[in-house]
């Protein structure tokens, strides 16, 4: 008998079951929980047809990743065109990532395995390819406001400084401030009271006043770019994320959905 031919559509439809498979169990167990053998034991392939798709838990793993950052580029696909000033834009990435990691926050801190030199080393030239290719996806549009500010007179760039360094340093800080708040419950006292909305808008704020990107805050009331954000592009999502930014302590709904280690 020859062997079953699978066509582009079944191996997507399959490879997204896995995906979303390792997912679940990542979500109840964290990723130190997530092994080939539990993902193999909850859907109907054989050993075999499994490692066919991913060739290692960190294949899997970067896979996973992946598919995060798909849903992010389309988050900040949104936010990019954003009706304002550039500055008014970059926030709107902001808070898609923002809106990421609430919603999302297994895939949100992936981020950090994926840049493991195990991961890499372990993972898929194909799925390589892919995830540098997301990376892309994700910069370009930042790189691109940044030339529209410079054109538009809004921004200057430092001397010492290139656009990717400029990017660069919102994203790292936009990371780190929301990871932060989102995976501290009970462990940090330095973010008691503290609201991850309110914190990554001032942050993001507090950078690009210091970057001297206009309007700056002293110019225009950004709170009330916040609400047309919320209302105009992301009105379903911020609908979504409610129960955690009126929460007293906003960790409670992300704790209790994604316990990931790592």
Same mark, same amino acid.
């Given at each position: 008998?020859?062997? &079953?031919?699978?066509?582009?559509?079944?191996?997507?439809?399959?490879?997204?079951? $896995?995906?979303?498979?390792?997912?679940?169990?990542?979500?109840?167990?964290?990723?130190?929980?997530?092994?080939?053998? !539990? +993902? @193999?034991?909850? +859907?109907?392939?054989?050993?075999?047809? *499994?490692?066919?798709?991913?060739?290692?838990?960190?294949?899997?793993?970067?896979? @996973?990743?992946?598919?995060?950052? /798909?849903?992010?580029?389309?988050?900040?696909?949104?936010?990019? +065109?954003?009706?304002?000033?550039?500055?008014?834009?970059?926030?709107?990435?902001?808070?898609?990532?923002?809106?990421?990691? $609430? $919603?999302?926050?297994?895939?949100?801190?992936?981020?950090?395995?994926?840049?493991?030199?195990?991961?890499?080393?372990?993972? %898929?030239?194909? &799925?390589?390819?892919?995830?540098?290719?997301? /990376?892309? &996806?994700?910069?370009?549009?930042?790189?691109?406001? @940044?030339?529209?500010?410079?054109?538009?007179?809004?921004?200057?760039?430092? %001397?010492?400084?290139?656009?990717?360094?400029? @990017?660069?340093?919102?994203?790292?800080?936009?990371?780190?401030?929301?990871?932060?708040?989102?995976?501290? !419950?009970? !462990?940090?006292?330095?973010?008691?009271?503290?609201?991850?909305?309110?914190? +990554?808008?001032?942050?993001?704020?507090?950078?690009?006043?210091?970057?001297?990107?206009?309007?700056?805050?002293?110019?225009?009331?950004?709170?009330?770019?916040?609400?047309?954000?919320?209302?105009?592009?992301? %009105?379903?999502?911020?609908?979504?994320?409610?129960? *955690? *930014?009126?929460?007293?302590?906003?960790?409670? *709904?992300?704790?209790?959905?994604?316990?990931?280690?790592?």
């Amino acid at each position: 008998m020859s062997p &079953r031919i699978v066509d582009t559509e079944q191996r997507l439809a399959r490879e997204r079951e $896995l995906i979303e498979t390792a997912l679940a169990i990542m979500e109840q167990e964290g990723t130190a929980g997530l092994t080939m053998d !539990k +993902v @193999v034991a909850k +859907v109907p392939y054989s050993k075999g047809t *499994v490692y066919n798709h991913f060739c290692s838990r960190e294949d899997l793993l970067t896979g @996973v990743c992946n598919d995060g950052m /798909e849903a992010l580029a389309e988050l900040f696909a949104r936010a990019i +065109v954003f009706q304002g000033t550039t500055r008014e834009r970059l926030l709107a990435v902001h808070y898609a990532y923002l809106l990421h990691a $609430l $919603l999302d926050p297994t895939r949100f801190m992936l981020v950090i395995s994926a840049k493991t030199a195990n991961l890499i080393e372990r993972t %898929s030239d194909q &799925r390589l390819a892919a995830h540098y290719e997301l /990376e892309g &996806r994700l910069m370009s549009p930042m790189l691109e406001l @940044v030339d529209e500010a410079i054109t538009a007179g809004e921004l200057t760039l430092p %001397s010492h400084m290139s656009k990717q360094q400029l @990017v660069f340093t919102n994203w790292a800080g936009s990371f780190g401030i929301i990871s932060l708040l989102i995976n501290s !419950k009970g !462990k940090c006292s330095g973010r008691k009271g503290l609201e991850s909305q309110t914190e +990554v808008f001032n942050h993001a704020n507090l950078l690009l006043d210091g970057m001297q990107w206009h309007p700056l805050s002293s110019e225009r009331n950004y709170a009330s770019t916040l609400q047309r954000i919320q209302s105009e592009i992301f %009105s379903e999502e911020s609908k979504l994320i409610n129960e *955690v *930014v009126d929460n007293p302590d906003p960790t409670d *709904v992300i704790t209790r959905r994604s316990p990931i280690t790592l």
